[in-house]
T-cell receptor, first 115, second 111 residues
Framework: EAGVVQSPRYKIIEKKQPVAFWCNPISGHNTLYWYRQNLGQGPELLIRYENEEAVDDSQLPKDRFSAERLKGVDSTLKIQPAELGDSAVYLC?????????????FGEGSWLTVV | GDSVTQMEGPVTLSEEAFLTINCTYTATGYPSLFWYVQYPGEGLQLLLKATKADDKGSNKGFEATYRKETTSFHLEKGSVQVSDSAVYFCALSGSGNQFYFGTGTSLTVIP
């Protein structure tokens, strides 16, 4: 079974430029998460989807961040415009609720550097 | 609210030493508890989990027991290897299906 797939793995952009990250969750997983991980820190939740509905986006900086999961499968996270402080790893994770003790499975992350 | 507190690092051990990384939690209800491991340049991987009190999760020689009376889920391994060098995260899945992660503990094992 394929795991959570993210792209791109690495991205370097200049500040004020836009950037987008894509995530394909594990097949059949209805819950999808986007986390941000700063260097030396644990993951912090940006947004959580149940199918195509964003059920928790309270930590998403909505002035510059947006996300979508149109068909309840793949998801895209966008930053526009990027700031220096957005340099971090953006982790996508998925979960099959009520299954396997609610374990969430992470992708390898998209490593963003804003210069 | 729910939260996880784990031992700060970094931790440096010699190969074959005993490892303990402390993790305590605060939660309402009956959370599930997890340990994830992150190797350099990679995402988080599930190491082990426990879904109810007194459960012991184990994997790759690592163990952790869900202790409700002390609200703890300490990670242990009897003999660490160089390949265990990574960052370890304690996590909790509580009410509302929200996940809470600790800040991570960096482990370096030297030959």
């Amino acid at each position: 079974e394929a795991g959570v797939v993210q792209s791109p793995r690495y991205k370097i952009i200049e500040k004020k430029q836009p950037v987008a990250f894509w995530c394909n969750p594990i097949s059949g997983h209805n819950t999808l998460y986007w986390y941000r991980q700063n260097l030396g820190q644990g993951p912090e939740l940006l947004i959580r989807y149940e199918n195509e509905e964003a059920v928790d986006d309270s930590q998403l900086p909505k002035d510059r961040f947006s996300a979508e999961r149109l068909k309840g499968v793949d998801s895209t996270l966008k930053i526009q415009p990027a700031e220096l402080g957005d340099s971090a790893v953006y982790l996508c994770a998925s979960q099959h609720r009520g299954h396997s003790g609610n374990t969430i499975y992470f992708g390898e992350g998209s490593w963003l550097t804003v210069v | 609210g729910d939260s996880v507190t784990q031992m700060e690092g970094p931790v440096t051990l010699s190969e074959e030493a005993f490892l303990t990384i402390n993790c305590t939690y605060t939660a309402t209800g009956y959370p599930s508890l997890f340990w994830y491991v992150q190797y350099p340049g990679e995402g988080l991987q599930l190491l082990l989990k426990a879904t109810k009190a007194d459960d012991k999760g184990s994997n790759k020689g690592f163990e952790a027991t869900y202790r409700k009376e002390t609200t703890s889920f300490h990670l242990e391994k009897g003999s660490v290897q160089v390949s265990d060098s990574a960052v370890y995260f304690c996590a909790l899945s509580g009410s509302g299906n929200q996940f809470y992660f600790g800040t991570g503990t960096s482990l370096t094992v030297i030959p």
